[in-house]
């Protein structure tokens, strides 16, 4: 099999998605995710019960994955997985799977930052045909757990631009939707009841911080302080306001974002723009963004829903970027709960 067309098996267990994907190169043959309804009665995800629903639907999603593919087993060239970051429960269950495979078939094992598999991810190949980025490009990166600025000047360079200080984008979606009432996942419900409100109904603050840097700790607290006191005064407030309130947030979250997306571009003279991570699938950030390469003249790269919440295509791009660096891993290697998307 040569560099160019290796057929990679790709394993993505970092949270509560389990998710395999075979690539031909670069070419997606299949991406099949099981996800984990449990949590929900918890209003977020357990880890522990996280990692024992791994364990359950690892081997029938890769078994599905490989059928998709038209492939067999004997013709995989080499495993890729999520090293981290994420819950080490999780990474442990597709690590020793991808471990074991590889060590069986006697293939190379490629480890995969998780941040940098959200970024890759619009290098792949599929039916969208959608244009790639060219180096280097930005990426701001969003997800319940990081909000970054990333410069990307190859598939092997990733450097932090600008972080959130405290909590990421996604987490204050979540966080404010639990305030205001709405099951766990809170951010998508948001999402939708936002279509039919007025953004600009209820006016919030936005954070003081470093130039290409986030906030959205105080944004929290301020949505819970704003409906304490409305609710004093009408106990209805929030069924009343409902969409106008997840309007306004949305439109606060998504403008602290693209206000400072937007400066660091300006900075670094960079004018193709991408976004990665699960609130890539925000409808209005998508929205935005195409409006900044429309009104500032930027090229903008959003990937295809399927590609923004946790999926092993993404770790199967990465992988490939990798094996053709001949950039392999140990048999040995363990999982990391915590790496930087520069590591």
Do not use: W
């Not at 977020?44 to 019960?49: D, K, S």
């Not at 590889?102 to 998780?114: G, W, Y």
């Not at 009343?240 to 403008?255: E, F």
Request: hydrophobic share 40%.
């Amino acid at each position: 099999m040569s560099t160019s067309s290796p057929i990679i098996l790709s394993i993505e267990s970092s949270c509560d998605d389990t998710s395999a994907a075979v690539l031909k190169g670069r070419q997606l043959l299949s991406n099949i995710t099981a996800n984990q309804s449990v949590h929900k009665a918890y209003g977020g995800v357990v880890p522990e019960l996280a990692s024992r629903a791994h364990q359950q639907n690892i081997i029938p999603v890769v078994e599905q994955a490989i059928k998709e593919a038209n492939i067999k087993k004997e013709d995989i060239t080499a495993v890729a997985f999520t090293r981290g970051p994420g819950l080490l429960g999780s990474l442990l269950v597709g690590a020793s799977f991808a471990k074991s495979f590889a060590m069986a078939r006697k293939i190379p094992l490629i480890e995969v930052n998780h941040m940098q598999g959200h970024i890759l991810a619009h290098f792949i190949e599929d039916q969208n045909n959608l244009p790639k980025p060219s180096f280097p490009f930005l990426c701001l990166t969003v997800s319940g757990g990081h909000t970054q600025i990333v410069k990307v000047d190859s598939p092997y360079e990733f450097e932090i631009i600008g972080q959130t200080i405290d909590d990421a984008a996604g987490e204050a979606f979540d966080k404010i939707s639990k305030i205001i009432g709405l099951p766990y996942p809170g951010g998508p419900l948001m999402d939708k009841f936002a279509k039919e409100g007025n953004p600009k109904a209820f006016a919030f603050t936005h954070p003081k911080v470093g130039a290409f840097d986030f906030s959205f700790s105080g944004l929290k607290t301020g949505v819970l302080y704003f409906l304490q006191k409305e609710i004093k005064k009408n106990p209805d407030f929030v069924k009343d306001n409902l969409a106008d309130i997840c309007a306004s947030v949305q439109h606060t979250i998504v403008s602290i974002l693209l206000k400072t997306y937007k400066k660091a571009a300006k900075n670094t003279g960079i004018k193709q723009l991408a976004i990665a991570g699960g609130v890539s699938a925000n409808s209005e950030l998508r929205k935005r963004l195409k409006e900044m390469e429309t009104n500032y003249g930027y090229e903008t790269y959003i990937p295809p829903m399927s590609y923004c919440t946790d999926n092993a295509a993404m770790i199967g791009i990465a992988g490939f970027f990798k094996f053709k660096n001949k950039d392999f891993a140990p048999y040995t290697i363990s999982p990391m709960a915590r790496m930087s998307v520069a590591n």
